[in-house]
């Protein structure tokens, strides 16, 4: 079984950064597809960014150019590095893992970013 916790969430102006946490246990972190979705008040949860176990990444165009998707397998955690964040991020920012040969999609608790002025 995969445990997500997420952290890193808050209030920032327009404009600002944050970075978000996310820690796995319960399974083999470097061999596991780890992503990161949203979903904002009202709205379906949506995928924005992906990395692969060799760290290949990929991005949708609304967040390409502004959030960053890393790992470090030596602390079995995900990142998810956001800048010139705009009213529009504000959501409810989910860490999503999945493991080889397992059909199971793993989920974080869910962090909480509120961009405002």
């Known amino acids: 079984q995969v445990q997500l916790v997420e952290s890193g969430g808050g209030l920032v102006q327009p404009g600002g950064s944050l970075r978000l946490s996310c820690a796995s246990s319960?399974?083999?972190?470097?061999?596991?597809?780890m992503a990161w979705y949203r979903q904002a008040s009202g709205k379906q949860r949506e995928l924005l960014t992906a990395i692969t176990s060799s760290g290949r990444t990929d991005y949708v165009d609304s967040v390409k150019g502004r959030f960053t998707i890393s790992r470090d397998n030596t602390k079995n955690t995900v990142y998810l590095q956001m800048n010139n964040l705009k009213p529009e991020d504000t959501a409810v920012y989910y860490c999503?893992?999945?493991?080889?040969?397992?059909?199971?999609?793993?989920w974080g608790q869910g962090t909480q970013v509120t961009v405002s002025s």
């Open positions: 999503n893992a999945r493991r080889p040969h397992d059909p199971l999609d793993y």
């Open positions: 319960g399974s083999i972190f470097s061999e596991n597809h």
